[in-house]
């Protein structure tokens, strides 16, 4: 690897060590065996380079929330059982005792702070909005229009960050995958009836 690659690790490392906040240069620096100048050269700055860990360190939790098997294996896509598979999965996630989804919490309250990487954090959001259109969709993200970006995706986004608040503050009373399908079937029964008796 080169010193491109070498930082970005180093990054990552850091970020599920330390978090955002907390990261220095010289933590960079030490954990990637490179050096202060190589940060500006490759990245332009610590925190642009930190953004693009946080946003490598998500691409990477992605196959797991597909699963062993690769997305809704065995279950219909956009069927209430694919809806369950991926978040069991997503939460799976969630529950070991890592540090990624403090991380991700701690980056989300920190946006206002981070003028110069928030919009790259921004596009990075987006696209992860496609990907989660894709998983429960299916369908390639490529294909995905930018309507249903805006509307599914941003859905599927707040459930997201919704779930990372409730795991981050008490794992004990967040919802578990069958409570939220749970939930979704009510939404769905609810604007049934809704929309039978409007007819």
Not at 54 to 78: K, N
Not at 110 to 125: C, F, I, S, T
Not at 170 to 195: F, N, Y
């Amino acid at each position: 690897m080169g010193h491109r690659e070498d930082l970005l690790e180093g990054a990552k490392r850091c970020l599920l060590q330390k978090g955002f906040a907390r990261t220095t240069a010289r933590d960079i620096v030490k954990e990637s065996g490179t050096n202060l100048a190589s940060i500006g050269y490759h990245y332009g700055s610590k925190d642009a380079l930190l953004a693009q860990a946080y946003v490598a360190l998500v691409e990477d939790m992605s196959g797991a929330f597909a699963g062993d098997a690769g997305p809704g294996a065995g279950t219909a896509p956009g069927s209430v059982e694919r809806f369950q598979e991926v978040w069991s999965n997503v939460i799976a996630t969630m529950r070991d005792p890592g540090s990624f989804w403090r991380l991700s919490a701690e980056i989300v309250v920190m946006g206002d702070q981070l003028p110069e990487v928030r919009d790259h954090l921004a596009r990075a959001q987006r696209e992860g909005s496609r990907g989660f259109v894709a998983l429960l969709m299916g369908g390639r993200e490529e294909d995905i229009p930018e309507d249903v970006v805006d509307t599914l995706g941003a859905f599927y986004t707040v459930l997201m960050t919704g779930l990372i608040s409730l795991w981050t503050f008490d794992p004990k009373t967040a919802p578990g995958a069958e409570q939220l399908t749970e939930g979704l079937r009510q939404v769905i029964a609810g604007a049934t009836q809704g929309s039978a008796r409007d007819s």
